[in-house]
């Protein structure tokens, strides 16, 4: 039985994947924000522990991997699943503007937080296609108001995905570390009315089930039939815009992040 941390595991692609995890025995662990939906998944999803934490509050991730790490001798995979799109500029308490912190900066530390415990572990990211809309600047994580644009912000944390997962299988050889696009998936996901009803009826869309899926095979799947640090759309092995496979901008994001975070 392995134990699983699904970040974001209260709806949409990580509730999806939750539940089949458990389905396969395994034990599961969902992260999730809101109180109400976090309690609805841990119902789905039995016996689940788990732990309510807002990625806009570095203290509340690290409060989380604190937790993490007093409740559980063995991670064997970490999902990081959270993140998504804000409307308007907004800066955390943190000092960072909100969408690069949930998307890049609170899943980065709590995976440098959680970092000795996965050793020999798997590290999947749920990253996007949307990375080609937006290119991290490391040197910017507070965000510029005067130029914010909620799709090249969102743009810019899942190509933070992609470099993370690529950087972390440099730095970190007995940590497998993957970033996969789910697909445009059917979910509560989006900022303001139309873009939610996109992400909620337009009939193309990927079912979260379908997606979640995916998240599966990326955590299970031998490590032979994968490749440490790479992306993955379905279940091909795909190169992201030329930004997001950058080893030098990679590299710089990691240390501005890890700065960032006081890590």
């Not at 924000?33 to 934490?53: C, G, N, S, Y």
């Not at 806009?56 to 699943?81: K, M, Q, T, W, Y």
């Not at 308490?93 to 995976?111: K, S, V």
């Not at 939610?196 to 979640?212: D, H, I, N, S």
């Amino acid at each position: 039985m392995a134990t699983i941390v699904v970040t974001g595991g209260s709806s949409g692609v990580g509730l999806a994947a939750a539940e089949q995890f458990a389905a396969r025995g395994d034990e599961v662990v969902l992260v999730g924000r809101d109180p109400r939906r976090l309690a609805d998944a841990v119902a789905r999803v039995r016996p689940a522990a788990h732990f309510r934490a807002d990625f806009e509050s570095l203290a509340e991730v690290r409060a989380l991997a604190a937790d993490l790490l007093a409740g559980f001798p063995r991670i064997d995979v970490l999902a990081n699943n959270a993140g998504g799109m804000i409307d308007e500029f907004r800066r955390t308490a943190d000092g960072f503007e909100a969408t690069f912190q949930g998307n890049h900066l609170a899943p980065f530390l709590l995976t440098t937080l959680l970092r000795e415990r996965l050793r020999g572990a798997r590290v999947v990211n749920t990253a996007s296609r949307a990375h080609l809309r937006g290119r991290p600047d490391p040197d910017r994580p507070e965000g510029d108001p005067a130029s914010y644009n909620r799709w090249r912000a969102y743009g810019a944390g899942k190509s933070a995905n992609i470099l993370f997962a690529a950087e972390a299988a440099r730095r970190w050889p007995d940590v497998f570390s993957v970033s996969f696009h789910p697909g445009v998936v059917r979910t509560n996901f989006g900022a303001g009315r139309t873009v939610r009803l996109f992400y909620r009826f337009a009939p193309f869309l990927v079912t979260p089930e379908k997606a979640g899926e995916l998240l599966v095979w990326l955590a299970t799947a031998p490590e032979a039939e994968l490749v440490n640090g790479g992306y993955y759309v379905g279940r091909s092995l795909t190169t992201p815009a030329a930004h997001a496979r950058d080893p030098e901008l990679a590299g710089r994001l990691w240390e501005a992040s890890a700065e960032a975070v006081n890590k």
